[in-house]
């Protein structure tokens, strides 16, 4: 599961000013860092390179770490922090994400991904091999999933997917009533959004904010 997210950017402030617009979100910042009251999963804003960085939950952080290894992937050691320890996998085909082991009081095993949370999340990966290392890691449970090379994640939450195809980052999706004013709210704060496309569960699209980062938003009928 995701337990927590970053969305980074060359400017935190400005980008708190694009998401209120887009979802409504307040903050308690502390310099460059601003969290988003009330997030489930939490999340938060701040300074780095465009993107963002979803950290997936491990319940032992050194045990995870040597078990990227044995699998053939690389692992930082774990870094602790007042919330837990942190660290990077590389699954050895491309793909780099963040593994997080928390502490209790920073554990939220049952997100409530709500209207303006993130509520869905799809992660692309090179081959089945990357995709097994995954699973194998992150104990995924895969279930064919209704396009070509994508695959359901039945056990985690927020939900999830895997599409093979090529390495990159993962697809945060946010969760909103209504795609098409969403979307208005994008363009209207400086950002695009793709065009409105139907999916099983509802309908989505892909968006750029004001500062190059992606991100979907996404409904539900």
């Known amino acids: ?16 000013a694009f998401y209120t617009a887009v979802f409504g979100w307040t903050y308690e910042s502390n310099g460059d860092y601003h969290h988003i009251n009330g997030s489930s999963p939490a999340g938060g804003l701040t300074k780095r390179d465009p993107g963002t960085t979803p950290s997936f939950v491990v319940g032992d952080a050194d045990a995870a770490a040597a078990k990227a290894r044995e699998l053939g992937g690389t692992a930082t050691e774990p870094q602790r922090s007042k919330s837990g320890w942190s660290f990077h996998v590389e699954d050895g085909h491309g793909t780099r994400l963040a593994l997080w082991q928390p502490v209790d009081e920073y554990r939220d095993d049952d997100p409530k991904c709500g209207e303006g949370d993130l509520f869905y999340f799809v992660q692309p990966v090179a081959n089945d091999a990357a995709k097994g290392f995954w699973a194998d890691l992150l104990g995924w449970e895969l279930t064919p999933g209704s396009h070509d090379n994508g695959w359901n994640i039945v056990n985690v939450s927020p939900p999830g997917g895997v599409f093979v195809s090529a390495p990159g980052p993962t697809d945060l999706y946010f969760r909103v009533a209504d795609v098409e004013a969403a979307a208005e709210r994008i363009r ?21 904010d004001d500062q190059g980062i992606g991100f979907s938003i996404g409904s539900l009928r």
């Open 188 to 208: 209207a704060a400086g950002g695009t959004a793709g065009p409105i496309q139907p999916n099983v569960a509802g309908a989505h699209a892909n968006c750029v």
């Open 1 to 16: 599961m995701i337990g927590y997210f970053t969305i980074d950017a060359p400017d935190p402030r400005r980008a708190t």
